[in-house]
């Protein structure tokens, strides 16, 4: 039976990787799929992973309609097999309902890829409606690792390498922003839960190992 198919992580977990190897092993078996993907790392209509491997996809636009661009396809003579959609956390609910119409009107499998919350520790409005429809939810086996060697459950945002819990849901990582009104340069990092409560980052611990107060310890005399 076709099935929506969701794959959850953190970031750095391997979604990506996981998305272009279906792809790869679908593909060789001479099936064809359709591809998407949102604000991916590698540019508009591209699905990369932090290994390097690209392929081209379709840009999920706010107001595309999966359902109806499959059907489109098939109407026009194409074929499409199975359906992948990566950074599906930033879809809207809807959308993933547009999602599993293709499972249950046509017949295709459908792969989800997408972390489940934002770096304030809430669910995406996309995540939570793969959530509630999925027939079936995998969490990604490659354990992304905190800065302190624990398993990383969380996904942070940093300004200049300080943990934030403010601001919009979406902002693209790796950039030189306007925070505040002058530039700083906004990131992600996996946490556990326990730094993540504490708000502390690899840059804020690596801050405070240098200070000599970390340890009060009295000197004998």
């Not at 679908?26 to 690209?54: E, F, N, P, Y």
């Not at 995406?124 to 990383?152: H, Y």
């Not at 030189?176 to 839960?193: F, H, T």
Request: glycine letters at 10%.
């Amino acid at each position: 039976m076709p099935e929506l198919v969701f794959f959850s992580g953190t970031m750095d977990c391997g979604k990506s990787t996981l998305a272009l190897q279906i792809e790869h092993n679908r593909s060789a078996r001479g099936l064809q799929g359709m591809i998407c993907s949102r604000d991916d790392r590698a540019g508009r209509g591209k699905l990369s992973s932090r290994l390097g491997l690209v392929t081209e996809a379709v840009e999920a636009a706010d107001d595309m309609d999966f359902y109806t661009h499959v059907v489109g396809r098939l109407t026009a003579g194409g074929r499409v097999d199975y359906v992948i959609a990566d950074e599906a956390q930033f879809l809207a609910p809807e959308q993933v309902d547009q999602l599993a119409r293709i499972v249950d009107d046509l017949g295709l499998d459908v792969f989800a890829f997408g972390i489940t919350t934002d770096f304030r520790s809430k669910l995406f409005p996309g995540s939570q409606r793969l959530v509630e429809l999925a027939d079936r939810i995998e969490v990604l086996q490659v354990e992304a690792l905190c800065w302190c060697g624990a398993k990383a459950t969380h996904n942070a945002r940093t300004v200049d390498g300080r943990m934030v819990v403010e601001g919009a849901q979406v902002v693209v990582g790796d950039v030189v922003g306007d925070v505040d009104g002058g530039p700083a340069e906004v990131g992600y990092e996996v946490l556990c839960r326990r730094h993540h409560r504490r708000r502390q980052t690899s840059a804020t611990a690596h801050a405070a190992a240098l200070s000599p107060d970390v340890l009060p310890v009295d000197t004998p005399r």
